[in-house]
């Protein structure tokens, strides 16, 4: 959303890169998000962990809170056992280690494997799940991170990143070529948001905040019937200056940017987000997308779909599609909202 490296070393590195600026985010949108809870008895509770090579808290008011999250977090769990390609075992990781062959995968699984395929059908190609290898030999979350691959070694992996290539037959997945392997880090965490919505729910949860590493989605709103509040990020700022603060109440808010996973090498930027048709980071001219939308799922994926996409497409995809608003921010600082992002 994305063996994604060894998984110990790998959460040591992301964990030390990412902890800090993400614990600030957490901080930042749960002292939002308490505010003004003095006009309700009912007491929050919240819970932090690292799952999904990202730090993730989840707070709720109602009810039996503290037990329900900590049955929320076996579900975090249980969700990385499925989709995470870094771990041995998970379904992605199967698939992506067997040579070709069928691998029998869980319905949710396979479910989320075509909705990553109709992403790749709408975008043409640009959001494409079997980009791994590429994404790999960048080595962006390393430490450090890069350095720039070789033009050579990135023309060899080229044939093998095709959405075509992934055979989804029920509950069984092939990938057509060997040598391509599979990442659904660009929706999966969206996805995993939408599915602890619908868990909190069935726990009799209406009030709750999902922060899954900056992919924000409220339960409801707060018991005093006020928004979750949380911030958009300004890329790059050494004062965590904030480019806005979004009211939620039952909606999701994601994004994307060029500031998240990325070095620079020789004075020039790269970041994480790779067109598939160059293997390089995609130059569209934006900074980051940020998507205000229902389903987290789509947000998740529309925020990477929108920044590949480059401004005037990303809109025009936007203005497409219903109850979707979108804030783009071009590299030079412009900001762009679709006419029902609101403004703080």
Partial sequence: MKGFLSMIIFKKIIFKKLFAPITLLLCFTLSLSLTGCSASSVQ??????????????????????????????ELCGH??????????????????????QPVTVDSETASLLQTALYWSEKTDGLIDPTITPISQLWNFSGDPAGPVPKQSQINALLP???????????????????DAQLDLGFLAKGAIADRLKAF??????????????????AVGQKPDGTAFRTGIKKPFSE????????????????????????FRENGVLYHHILDPHTGYPADTGLSSV???????????????S?????????????????????L?????GTIYRTEGFPQS
């Fill in 79 to 100: 969700y990385e056992n499925l989709l995470s390609y870094t771990k041995e075992g998970s379904d992605i990781w199967n698939i992506n280690h067997a040579n070709g």
């Fill in 239 to 262: 004062t965590n200056e904030l480019v806005d603060i979004v009211a939620l109440k039952d909606q999701s808010l994601v994004s994307s940017g060029n500031y998240e996973r990325c």
């Fill in 290 to 304: 940020t998507i205000l939308s229902d389903s987290s799922t789509d947000g998740d994926a529309l925020s990477t």
């Fill in 328 to 332: 783009f921010l071009l590299s030079d």
């Fill in 306 to 326: 929108c920044f590949l996409l480059g401004y005037e497409k990303g809109r025009e995809l936007i203005d497409s599609l219903p109850d979707i608003e979108a």
């Fill in 200 to 217: 909190f729910l069935q726990k009799n949860i209406t009030s709750a905040l999902i922060n899954l590493g900056g992919n924000v989605l």
């Fill in 160 to 178: 093998h990143v095709d959405y075509h290539n992934i055979r989804i037959d029920g509950n069984t997945v092939t990938l057509a070529d060997p």
């Fill in 44 to 73: 929050p509770f919240s819970k932090t962990g690292f799952y999904f090579d990202t730090v993730i808290s989840l707070t709720c008011y109602g009810n039996d809170a503290e037990a329900v999250l900590d049955e929320a977090f």
